[in-house]
Structures are given as structure tokens and as C-alpha cells.
């Protein structure tokens, strides 16, 4: 599926399997129904037994790292602000870039990428806050603009 969401929340909740072997028809056990039909109890008893360990680890399944590295590289490529941020931003507490500038540079590279569906304002703050970057009004040339610390435009994007 596909995942435009960029909180924590939504990709906690991803476990990603990766099948890194496909069977063909000459492959093809077409006995595993009745295999697998003598081997009920001693499946029973394995999922129990995964159950009650799930039960005393106080309810955690410990994902392997495999599908944890899996999740990983999942979101990166489902990350519809990861070109953006690469190309066009930088990541510095050093750096303050007006709210108004950092939008209209990201609706600039939608436009220009020819994306139609950009990222709404709320899931786009929740993105920057995620990688540190903190939103307050700073004064600038005698007004208070609201601005985004930690977040700057490349030397080429920015007047700032």
C-alpha cells in the first residue's frame, strides 16, 4: 500500500515481510494440504507456545531485524517529503527559514517535480518536528513572522 503519512504513529504500526523466494509450478507441492492437515496439533502446540511467550514478554512482539530494516527502507521510499528535504533543504540548528519560504519553496518543487498531491500543512509541521526543527515567531526586518528553526533552504533556494 501505499503510505503518504509521515508520523511515527502510522509507521510504528508497519511490519513490512519481505518473500525473497517465489515458487513456480514445477515447484508447486500440491500434497501440503494433507502434510500440513497431519501436522495440526503439532502446530496448535506451537502457536500456543508463541502465544503464551507473547502473554509473559508483556504483550511485545520482538520484530526481527530484517523486517525492521525492511519498515526502514520502506518509508524512505514512501516518503513523499524525502526528495524535497535532499534537494532542496538543510537540516541545521543553525538555520531559520520563514514558514511562508520553506512553503513556497516545497509548493515550487511540487510544481516543478509535476506532483499533484502534496503534503498538507499539518503532516508537513509534523514532518519538520520529527527531525527537530521548532516553530516560533521571530522578529525580522521589525516584524514577527513565524518562522522554522533547524531548517534552512540550500544556498541556491534562499534569500536567508
Given at each position: 500500500?501505499?503510505?503518504?503519512?509521515?508520523?511515527?504513529?502510522?509507521?510504528?504500526?508497519?511490519?513490512?515481510?519481505?518473500?525473497?523466494?517465489?515458487?513456480?509450478?514445477?515447484?508447486?507441492?500440491?500434497?501440503?494440504?494433507?502434510?500440513?492437515?497431519?501436522?495440526?496439533?503439532?502446530?496448535?502446540?506451537?502457536?500456543?507456545?508463541?502465544?503464551?511467550?507473547?502473554?509473559?514478554?508483556?504483550?511485545?512482539?520482538?520484530?526481527?531485524?530484517?523486517?525492521?530494516?525492511?519498515?526502514?527502507?520502506?518509508?524512505?521510499?514512501?516518503?513523499?517529503?524525502?526528495?524535497f528535504m535532499a534537494t532542496k533543504c538543510e537540516l541545521n540548528a543553525r538555520f531559520t527559514?520563514?514558514?511562508?519560504?520553506?512553503?513556497?519553496?516545497?509548493?515550487?518543487?511540487?510544481?516543478?517535480?509535476?506532483?499533484?498531491?502534496?503534503?498538507?500543512?499539518?503532516?508537513?509541521?509534523?514532518?519538520?518536528?520529527?527531525?527537530?526543527?521548532?516553530?516560533?515567531?521571530?522578529?525580522?526586518?521589525?516584524?514577527?513572522?513565524?518562522?522554522?528553526?533547524?531548517?534552512?533552504?540550500?544556498?541556491?533556494?534562499?534569500?536567508?
Open positions: 500500500p501505499i503510505i503518504t503519512e509521515t508520523a511515527d504513529a502510522i509507521w510504528d504500526r508497519v511490519h513490512l515481510l519481505r518473500w525473497n523466494r517465489q515458487f513456480d509450478e514445477a515447484e508447486r507441492d500440491i500434497a501440503l494440504p494433507d502434510k500440513l492437515r497431519k501436522e495440526y496439533s503439532g502446530i496448535l502446540n506451537w502457536l500456543i507456545k508463541g502465544c503464551i511467550r507473547w502473554q509473559e514478554s508483556e504483550r511485545k512482539i520482538i520484530r526481527p531485524n530484517s523486517v525492521m530494516q525492511a519498515g526502514i527502507e520502506y518509508r524512505a521510499e514512501s516518503d513523499p517529503l524525502e526528495d527559514t520563514t514558514v511562508k519560504t520553506i512553503k513556497e519553496a516545497y509548493k515550487d518543487w511540487c510544481g516543478y517535480e509535476n506532483i499533484k498531491d502534496m503534503v498538507s500543512t499539518r503532516n508537513f509541521n509534523d514532518y519538520l518536528r520529527e527531525r527537530g526543527c521548532v516553530m516560533k515567531p521571530i522578529r525580522l526586518d521589525g516584524k514577527v513572522a513565524k518562522c522554522w528553526v533547524g531548517i534552512g533552504l540550500q544556498e541556491n533556494e534562499s534569500d536567508l
